[in-house]
């Protein structure tokens, strides 16, 4: 399969070349180079900006139902491309055909659920103060938005950004990862299919500091949505907040699973492993710090070991493949280095802990017990294949465990006790919690964490909210 061309989609117009800088797309089950992505000049950067508000007004003015239009056509599209966007993700990600094409049809469906919401952006009307008045509040689209979307869900991310943007009636700009320029690329291609108008839509790769300060240093950019690491998170708020942009926050996590001893221990392992391995670890709501109660511990470690052991590992595109090499070179070190030193530390190596001989990027399954919570792994993001284990004795002490991160995106919680599933509801620190159940994003529900994990949410209501401003009317 060739690799399809990559370029700048910037004003309806493809640009490469030029004396433009470039950087080598790799393949990551294989080191092979896929191609060389151009990375974007302020010249180009400032081209986006003034297509993103010449073209907005218009595109306001169009109407949810007519955008709503294009955006069900390009969720078509996709889905009759699925076949061929899917591999495109598995060679630049690295992540299986299998969850690259489950992941395709999430960014169809995130199209088509916000082709509907749109036509809901309601306001409302007050009760008048005095006869022949008028108070209304409307919701008016935000502007320009500038979205950051990272390489793990090179599918997903983009149709996010675009999808809540343009379904508000705005423009927008995506920085897409240069890891997986191709899938950002055939994404924003079935919207131009679709018949988007050229100058709405950006996508742009570049280096990342310099996209994100030249665009939210412009007044054009009334909102930026951020999906990466917290540091980088930290650094882009302080951007925005200069210019007073709204923002949404979707960064890190290091999710916390507590396993009660009422549970059916294998049922749970079957899912546990799977949601563990699944991207290699590279999500940002992966199952990470298992916290187990110790009359089943031992069961859990040894059950979750043996599975790790004999999970296949391979190139994404091999049948019976489940999990694939890392996305990138700089990934196994990271990984490596939190491994190491937490089995320095006194965590026991069940199974795995080294990276893989041959070509690409890959790391051993890999599971840790019994970490010490000083432990970096325990307190920093691994992103990576490893699942690291504790234990505990009560429900008190679970959920201090849980909460102990300044870290609050996703939790889960396997129990079949109702009294404790509601405590759990109520007290652990989450944007998103999994009861029995690792199945947390969908494109219908709030998608974002709290504390340190970040604020504003994307997908369901609150996805196309981010890209509304609310408006106050009063007539007599
Ligand atoms: P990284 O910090 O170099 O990059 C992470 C992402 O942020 C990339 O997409 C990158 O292009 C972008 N980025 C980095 N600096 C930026 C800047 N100044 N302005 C705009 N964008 C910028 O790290 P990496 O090795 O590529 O990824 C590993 C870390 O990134 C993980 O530990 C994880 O915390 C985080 N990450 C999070 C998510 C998520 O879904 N929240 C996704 C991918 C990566």
Partial sequence: MTHPDLHLLIDGRQLCG???????????????????????SSADLDRALEA????????????????????????????????????????????????ARLELIIAAETFEWYAEEGRRAYGRVLPQRASGMRMTVVKEPVGPVAGFAPWNFPLGNPARKLGSALAAGC???????????????????ALVDAGVPAGVIAVVFGVPAEVSGH????????????????????????????????????????????VFD???????????????FRNAGQICVSPTRFYVHEAIYEKFAAGFAARARSWPVGNG??????????????????????????????????AGGAPMAGKGFFYQPTVLGDVPEAARIMNEEPFGPVA??????????????????PYGLAAYAFTQNARRVNLIGEQVESGMLGINSFTIAVPEAP???????????????????ACLVTKFITES
Avoid at 220 to 234: D, E, L, Q
Avoid at 340 to 349: F, P, V
Wanted: proline share 5%; hydrophobic share 45%; aromatic share 4%.
């Fill in 447 to 465: 998608f974002g964490g709290v504390k340190e994990s970040g604020y504003g949410s994307e997908e369901g209501i609150e996805g196309l909210d």
């Fill in 171 to 189: 423009t927008v700009i995506v920085k897409a990862a240069e890891e997986t320029p191709g899938c950002a690329l055939a994404i924003a291609q």
């Fill in 18 to 40: 030029e004396g433009r800088r470039t950087r080598p797309v790799v393949n990551p089950a294989s080191g092979e180079i896929l191609g060389e992505v151009p990375l974007a």
């Fill in 262 to 276: 009422d549970v059916d221990v294998e049922a749970v392992l079957d899912l546990a492993v799977a949601a563990k």
């Fill in 388 to 405: 690291v284990l504790g234990r505990f004795g009560s429900f008190d002490e679970a959920i201090a465990k849980a909460n102990r991160l």
């Fill in 317 to 350: 595109l091999d049948e019976g493949v489940k999990m694939g090499p890392l996305a990138h070179a700089r990934r196994p070190q990271a990984v490596a280095s939190l491994i190491d030193e937490a089995i320095g530390a006194g965590a026991k190596r069940l």
């Fill in 215 to 258: 665009l939210l240093a412009s007044p054009v950019i009334r909102a930026v949505s951020f999906t990466g690491s917290v540091p980088v998170g930290k650094q882009l708020a302080a951007l925005a907040a200069a210019g007073m942009k709204r923002t949404t926050m979707e960064l890190g996590g290091h999710a916390p699973v507590l």
């Fill in 52 to 99: 993103a508000q010449r073209s907005w007004p218009a595109w306001r003015a169009l109407g949810p139902q007519q955008r709503g239009n294009l955006l069900r056509k390009a969720g078509e599209l996709l889905r009759e491309r699925s076949e061929a966007i899917a591999r495109l993700a598995t060679v630049e990600e690295g992540k299986t055909l299998a969850e």
